[in-house]
């Protein structure tokens, strides 16, 4: 079956400091990859996605690239803000389904100023 | 343009009790999809409909249950509630059976007492 696994939470890092989260996944076939992220309180944003390989999605700083050999979609940014503090999901839809969406269980990031 | 809008924002039942959520779609989007968020973990896929019919479920009991009406919003409906069905409910709507990008409304939040 689809799964995805997420670098370990919770992050801490400081304003202006380089983000990365870890995502990798398995899947039949050739899934589309998102990242959403989760704002205290709210639901779900989708903050980019990619659908095939070697695909870059980028968004408000953010981007990811889909790595078919690795089978990973990292989210990176280069200078994390205050506000960015919330939870990142990576997830995928795999080809064939009813497009319902696997998720990782979420990594939590703190940016202190 | 609306958004995907959800009722109510916070429930609270207790053991044995049904409820129901209500869902309505982003404007011009004919599918939805409903997710499972349990505290501290990534949201699981309850199930989908399209053209009022349920598309596909996830691994979740037939205490779960669902409609979708013509005007394409929809209800998800729990029977004989456990402490464990205590989560945040999210709502996704999308645009056709096929399309890759779902749109999350902010949830309702049940807890079973």
């Known amino acids: 079956g689809n799964s995805v696994t997420q670098m370990e939470g919770p992050v801490t890092l400081s304003e202006e400091a380089f983000l990365t989260i870890n995502c990798t996944y398995t899947?039949?076939?050739?899934?589309?990859l998102f990242w959403y992220v989760q704002y205290p309180g709210e639901g779900l944003q989708l903050l980019l996605k990619?659908?095939?390989?070697?695909d870059k999605g980028s968004n408000k700083g953010f981007e990811a690239t889909y790595r078919k050999e690795t089978t990973s979609f990292h989210l990176e940014k280069g200078s994390v803000q205050v506000s960015d503090s919330a939870v990142y999901f990576c997830?995928?839809?795999?080809?064939?389904?009813?497009?319902?969406?696997?998720f990782g269980s979420g990594t939590q990031l703190t940016v202190l100023p | 343009d609306a958004g995907v809008t959800q009722s109510p924002t916070h429930l609270i039942k207790t053991r044995g009790q049904q409820v129901t959520l209500r869902c309505s779609p982003k404007?011009?989007?004919?599918?939805v999809s409903w997710y499972q968020q349990a505290l501290g973990q990534g949201p699981q896929f309850i199930f989908q409909?399209?053209?009022?019919?349920?598309?596909q479920r996830g691994n979740f009991p037939d205490r779960f249950s669902g409609h979708q009406f013509p005007n394409y919003s929809s209800e998800l409906n729990v029977n004989a509630l456990l402490l464990g069905d205590s989560a945040l409910y999210l709502c996704?709507?999308?645009?056709?059976?096929?399309?890759?990008?779902?749109?999350f409304g902010p949830g309702t939040r049940l807890t079973v007492l």
């Open positions: 996704a709507s999308s645009l056709g059976g096929n399309t890759d990008t779902q749109y």
């Open positions: 899947a039949t076939g050739y899934p589309s």
């Open positions: 990619a659908t095939k390989a070697d």
């Open positions: 997830a995928l839809i795999s080809s064939g389904s009813a497009r319902q969406l696997t």
């Open positions: 404007s011009g989007h004919d599918t």
């Open positions: 409909y399209y053209e009022e019919e349920e598309r």
